[in-house]
């Protein structure tokens, strides 16, 4: 039971460069998210998905673009890379079936560094 | 807005000792609260949950409580040990589908 699952775990891109991150999870989740944490400021949500078909803007989506390509997967693009995005990226998911046992499953994560 | 204070923000505690970290929320629909553990370099995993109803829960060492009067949760570690360095992080579900995190309680558990 992989859970989710990301990839890159690591990446360096130079100001200006694009790159997706890909999240995949195999819980039959229907909700998806993405988060970066940068020191001192906790986890913020950049955008997320209730269900297949819809995403949402969350509280720091300025620079990112974001496809819910099925139910499983959820990818993140930054189309022209910035050194403010410098930081951890993490994808979750949760299953709003359940609204009061509303865990989300955080992947690994992915250390982003622009240059 | 719905917000989730912490404290403290950072912890030094001997191997061995009790700890308590504190949880403020503002958030509006209550729906749950959960504590997360953040291992070094790893994403965040659940420890426990308290709904509206429930006071107190346990989960091995891990004793989180919940006082939805006063909007505050507490996460009670005893005996600690070396494992238990991480950040711990409160998160506050609203309604369906928000989740409000605070930005944690960074623990170090010293020999």
């Known amino acids: 039971n992989a859970g989710v699952t990301q990839t890159p775990k690591f990446q360096v891109l130079k100001t200006g460069q694009s790159m997706t991150l890909q999240c995949a999870q195999d819980?039959?989740?229907?909700?998806m998210y993405w988060y970066r944490q940068d020191p001192g400021m906790g986890l913020r949500l950049i955008y997320y998905?209730?269900?297949?078909?819809?995403?949402d803007k969350g509280e720091v989506p300025n620079g990112y673009n974001v496809s819910r390509l099925n139910k499983r997967e959820f990818s993140l693009r930054l189309e022209s890379a910035a050194p403010s995005q410098t930081s951890v990226y993490f994808c979750a998911s949760s299953d709003l079936t359940r609204p009061m046992n509303t865990e989300a499953f955080f992947g690994q994560g992915t250390r982003l560094t622009v240059v | 807005k719905n917000q989730v204070e912490q404290s403290p923000q950072s912890l030094i505690i001997l191997e061995g000792k009790n700890c308590t970290l504190q949880?403020?929320?503002?958030?509006?629909?209550?729906?749950?609260l959960r504590w997360y553990k953040q291992d070094t370099g790893r994403g965040p995993v659940s420890l426990t949950i308290m709904t509206f109803s429930e006071n107190t829960k346990s989960n091995g060492r891990y004793t989180a409580t919940l006082d939805a009067d006063t909007k505050q949760s507490s996460l009670h570690i005893t005996a600690s040990q070396l494992s238990d360095s991480a950040s711990y992080i409160c998160v506050v579900t609203s309604g369906y589908s928000t989740l409000t995190f605070g930005k944690g309680t960074m623990l170090l558990v010293s020999p």
């Open positions: 998905s209730a269900s297949e078909g819809t995403t």
């Open positions: 949880c403020n929320y503002t958030v509006s629909p209550f729906s749950n």
């Open positions: 819980m039959n989740h229907n909700s």
